[in-house]
Each structure stands twice: as C-alpha cells, then as structure tokens.
C-alpha cells in the first residue's frame, strides 16, 4: 500500500500541479513497489504569503490553513491508509519547500521527515514591511534560531529535513536561503541533509523530478 508523502504545491497552490508536471510518473517506480502513496493537495498560498491584504489577515488565514491539513487531511490520510499513527512526509517545490519544512519544524510528531526542493525559508519579506508573532513563528529562519529547551528537543528527536537547491537559472534567491537555513539547523543540532546541485540544476521541473527521485527513493 505504501506510507503517505503530503506535497504541498508551489506558489500557483493547486493540488494537480505535480501530476500536470510529470511529478507522479517520475516516483512511478516507488508506487509501482507500493512503497509511497501520493497525496496532493491545494494550498491558500494566494491568500498568505503571496496574498494581498493586511498581514494580520492573511496569518489568519494561514492558520486556518495549517488547521485543515493537521485535523483534515492527516487523519483522512491516516484512515486511507489503515494506519492510525502513519508518520507523515511532506515534500514540495519552491513555496511548496517552505510548507514542508514549517510542517516538519512546527509539528514534528506528525511530519517526520520534509524534503525541501528549491525552498525559500525567510517569510519575513512575505510581511512587505509588517510584522507579528504568527510571522515570526511562520518564519523559519526567524523563530529555528531561537529554539531552546523542549521545542528544541521535540524537533531534534522527531523529525528530519532535505534541503535540495541547484546554482542554476533562477535559483538565486533560493541559493543564500537554503544555505542560511542548512546553518540554523546545524547550529540547533536539527538532523538535516543539505544538497547544492551542479549549475545546470534550474529551478523548474525538470530538475525537480530527478532530484525527487533521488531523495524520496531514500526515504521511501
């Protein structure tokens, strides 16, 4: 039957987006071995980060977002899968890299494992000038380099995140980003694995598939 993978889409938020992309065909080996099941789903992402409107607002939206998939979504997962406390893996592509990892560092029972392709990880410039706790906490270079105590603990022993960004075209503001965020997480002893690609390794789906098939082959 296989153990459940969550994609989060990119910045255009539908959940078609990886099978459109060629996403799905590209870990049809894992599924044909009945190692993963893919669950996609939609993301507010137009109505958060990218979204116009006072911040106050769109955090609020966000929430409620993050509400749906931690008592929606996992439990439907759960119950399609027959397995009451499945570990979830969370995986996705440019906005998509961001969900993953906030899931993974946010709610590290649940998410276990993340593998962030081409992720941006400073939120803060989504506020466009504001600022708030629900940003700060929905900012992972912001609030990972203050963790301390039992949060830290609880990320420390529960889960794990790829990082995967390449030096190609319009990788640039990934590039300082994901090397930033491979930082905090070494210096909070956060298991993590961070890995830079060639400068032909685009930001687009033809990089995205072989590097999903490499990574996800590990942990599925």
Partial sequence: MGLPLIVFPSNAGIAHEWQHAGMIDALGPLLAAGRVKIYCTESNVSRTFS?????????????A???????????????DCRLPDAPMVATGCSMGALYSALFALKHP???????????RYRASTFGRGES????YFNDPLAFVPNLSGVALARVRLQTHLTLVVGRGAHEDGCIPETLEMAGALHHRG????????????????????RQARHYLGQVF
Avoid: N
């Fill in 109 to 119: 029972e649940t998410f276990r494992r993340a593998v962030c392709l081409s992720g």
């Fill in 132 to 135: 708030s706790d629900a940003l």
């Fill in 65 to 79: 977002y993050e509400h749906y998939v931690l008592e929606t979504l996992v439990p439907f997962i759960r119950a």
């Fill in 190 to 209: 956060i298991p993590h694995h961070l890995a830079v690609w060639g400068k032909d390794s685009s930001h687009d789906y033809v990089w995205w598939k």
């Fill in 51 to 63: 979204g116009e409107g006072p911040l106050s607002d769109r955090m609020r939206q966000h929430a």
